[in-house]
Every structure is written in structure tokens, then in C-alpha cells.
């Protein structure tokens, strides 16, 4: 690969576009008949390979987004991350080893990778969110999907709340429940995507917020999907990293991620990826997003740093793709170096997306975050966390021991009379 490809962060644009982003023409291939629901029957690569071709080949299904065209491939083509008609990250991962064999291990299933039990979730009252947003809170609703108030503005991140990570039913089946629909969840002013994958960028529920008066804010290509499903252009923030937008006192921030994109097996990395520093005049959230472990955090931190609250995703990892999701000793690694202050973990227990058992991740976690003498919180779906208050750090993912009967005081037995 050419060596002008790696960018070095600190040569990166900082600019600051004014205005909406993103606008520009979308290709809009034409309608066509939605995916298979499902099929009948336990996973198998036969099964698994004929939704896939069924799926694939419904191209220009709705699904899949749209095509950036005219006004915004141009923005995107003068990015500097930008070579060869795709987008590349600052540090090359390493080759994925045994990619197929892999993903046939993950979707046919393994033993320990769902929980054999519901897991439990809290369910905040509608009650809970007043008009005016709460000072600085942070709320999992499982996931990468965080609904964040900080400094009057409400921000929900990758908001993924259906049954299915991927384009059809059967496949990336959710197994921790969302705690709020989409109809309970409170007006948002911004929502905030750092990639197209189909487990942070969801169809319907960017339908759902496509007429209500939210600001989307979205790595550069990726307003081409929100726009062919409603959302308008004038609603639409796009950014390359290291560039910001502002909605009313909170500055929001793309800052790099190492990762990939594509919602298809013909679109990878035509759209960017990214992290977000969320920065206000009393408080500063960061969220990783996916990515592996990378220098990048340093630079985050020195640029944008310190964070009070930084949401880092320790899920999903395998040794097959080592620099593309972080480990959970990474993440705890990764929130020193953006300097963060409280670290609450995401991508993980939602959804099984690696071979490793669904609870790894969070018992690592916990075991790396206390080597590491940080301040953390492992809230429940749908536990609120107040960063000043005291935090919730139960492992709630473990079972409840069954709870032992009580016991009376003993009873003398009368003698028997002769």
C-alpha cells in the first residue's frame, strides 16, 4: 500500500465546518421486494449461506442504504483519508486470518455464546425524563447504544433497539432486551453514528427519528444511507475525523477509530468510521466506538482529552481480527490514554458476535479495570449512571444465587405417652 495512505494524526484536518453537512445527491436504486423474514430450523452454514445469497442478491434493497453520489462523493474524495476510492485507517490493521471460517463458527453457533437464562434489565419510568435534559447522566440501553444528557443537550449514540444485527431475521439474534422502545425514549437533540454496520446503524429506527426534530451527526458517506430512508439533508452533520459541529453548548468531535465499514459485501469502507468526543463547558464524554487498540488514543486525549465519563467497547474480539475490536484489558489500556475519569464498558451481552462466551468480556473487564485501580461502573440496561453519585458496579450478568429458606426456631417434639 502506498505510504501517502498512512496519514499521521497529527497532519489530520482539524477544521471546523458551519452549517449542515452532508448534503448532496443520493442514488436510489430501484425498489425491489424486502429480504426473507427467516428460516425454519437451528442455524447451519447451508442455511446461514442460502439467506446470505438470498439477501445479497436483492441488491438495491432499502436495507442497504444508498450510494454517495455528486456533491458528497467530492467532499469525500477530498478527505486525506481518502485513497483509491476507499478510506483507510491511520494504522493498517493486521490481516484477518481464517475470516470465513470464523464467520461460519459465529453464525452457526457454539456452545456459551447466549446465556441459558433472561438476563435482567431495569426499566426506567418514562417518568424519569423531564422536559429539560438532566445535568450529566449516562444510560446503556445495551450495547453501543448510550443515551448521554450532558449540558442541556440529549444525545443517544449507535441507537440499535431491534431484534437483529444484520439485513433479515434469523441471523445476530439480540439477546438482552432493549429497556425502552423507541416510542419511550425521550425527544433527542443529537444522534451520533460511527459507523454503517448493522449493529450501530439500524434502518428502522433511523426511520423512526427521520421526521422528528433531531440533528444526526455521521462519519462522511454514511448521510447517504440516512437520507435514502427520510431523514432530510438539512438534518444531516457529516464529518471526517478531527473536524466538529455544535448543537447549542456541546461541541461534537470525529475523532479516529481503526476499524472498517459496509453494510454489503460490495460497499466495504466507502463510508468513514469514527469516534466522538461530546464537549460542553462542564462536563466531556468520549465513545470509542468499534476499533481496535491504536496510537490514535493518545493523540484523542492530548487533542481532546480529559473526558469525565468515557464509554469504551470491549466486545467481539477474536485473534482472527486482532486490531479491529478491542480486547477488555485494550479498552482499560485505551481509557488511560484518552485520559478518561469514569470508564462504563459497551459492545458486549447483546449480541453474540465473536466465539468467545457471551460473559468474557465482562468478567475480564472487571478483573482488568481492578488491576488497574480505574473508576468504573457496570450498570444494567437501563441503570442510570450518575458520574457524581455513587456508581453501580454489580456484575449483574451473573446469576443470582437462589436464595435459602428461612427457618423457624426449633420445635421440641413432645414425648410420647406410655
Known amino acids: 500500500m502506498n505510504s501517502s495512505v498512512h496519514t499521521h494524526l497529527e497532519d489530520a484536518r482539524g477544521d471546523t465546518p458551519q452549517g449542515p453537512h452532508g448534503q448532496g445527491a443520493v442514488l436510489r436504486p430501484a425498489p425491489c421486494q424486502r429480504p426473507p423474514r427467516s428460516f425454519p430450523g437451528p442455524a447451519s452454514p447451508a442455511r446461514i449461506l442460502l439467506t446470505l445469497v438470498l439477501t445479497l442478491t436483492a441488491a438495491g434493497c432499502d436495507v442497504f442504504g444508498g450510494t454517495p453520489v455528486r456533491g458528497r462523493l467530492s467532499r469525500m474524495k477530498r478527505s486525506p483519508h481518502w485513497h483509491d ?150 438534518r444531516i452533520r457529516e464529518l471526517d475525523w478531527w473536524q466538529s459541529t455544535r448543537v447549542r453548548r456541546v461541541t461534537i468531535t470525529l475523532a479516529p477509530s481503526r476499524h472498517f465499514s459496509g453494510r454489503s459485501l460490495t460497499g466495504r469502507n466507502t463510508t468513514l468510521w469514527g469516534s466522538y468526543a461530546f464537549v460542553g463547558p462542564t462536563r466531556r464524554v468520549y465513545t470509542s466506538g468499534d476499533g481496535g487498540y491504536g496510537r490514535h488514543f493518545k493523540a484523542i486525549g492530548r487533542r481532546l482529552g480529559p473526558f469525565d465519563l468515557a464509554l469504551m467497547d470491549i466486545g467481539a474480539y477474536h485473534e482472527a481480527w486482532p486490531d479491529i475490536h478491542m480486547t477488555p484489558e485494550q479498552a482499560v489500556r485505551a481509557f488511560a490514554d484518552v485520559r478518561g475519569r469514569l470508564l462504563v464498558p459497551g459492545h458486549f451481552s447483546t449480541f453474540a458476535l465473536s466465539t468467545h462466551a457471551w460473559d468474557e468480556p465482562a468478567e475480564r473487564f472487571v478483573k482488568a479495570a481492578r488491576a488497574a485501580r480505574i473508576r468504573y461502573a457496570t450498570p444494567k440496561a437501563g441503570q442510570f449512571v450518575r458520574p457524581d453519585d455513587p456508581l453501580p458496579a454489580a456484575p449483574w450478568w451473573r446469576p443470582t444465587p437462589p436464595s435459602k429458606p428461612k427457618r423457624g426456631p426449633a420445635r421440641s417434639t413432645p414425648p410420647k405417652g406410655d
Open 85 to 234: 476510492g476507499l478510506f483507510w485507517n491511520l494504522e493498517a490493521p493486521r490481516k484477518i486470518k481464517g475470516r470465513w471460517k470464523t464467520i461460519f463458527r459465529i453464525l452457526s453457533g457454539s456452545r456459551r455464546r447466549t446465556p441459558e437464562r433472561p438476563l435482567p434489565v431495569s426499566r426506567p419510568s418514562l417518568k424519569a425524563f423531564n422536559e429539560v435534559p438532566y445535568p450529566f447522566r449516562h444510560l446503556w440501553l445495551g450495547h453501543s447504544t448510550h443515551l448521554i444528557e450532558m449540558d442541556g443537550v440529549r444525545i443517544l449514540t449507535d441507537p440499535v433497539l431491534g431484534t437483529y444485527a444484520s439485513p433479515v431475521a434469523g441471523i445476530m439474534r439480540r439477546f438482552l432486551p432493549p429497556p425502552l422502545t423507541r416510542a419511550q425514549l425521550p425527544p433527542m437533540d443529537v444522534i451520533a453514528i460511527t459507523h454503517d454496520h448493522y449493529d450501530h446503524l439500524e434502518m428502522d429506527t433511523v426511520r423512526f427519528f427521520a421526521r422528528k426534530p433531531v440533528i444526526f451527526v455521521v462519519p462522511l458517506g454514511v448521510g447517504a444511507h440516512l437520507e435514502r430512508w427520510g431523514v432530510p439533508a438539512r
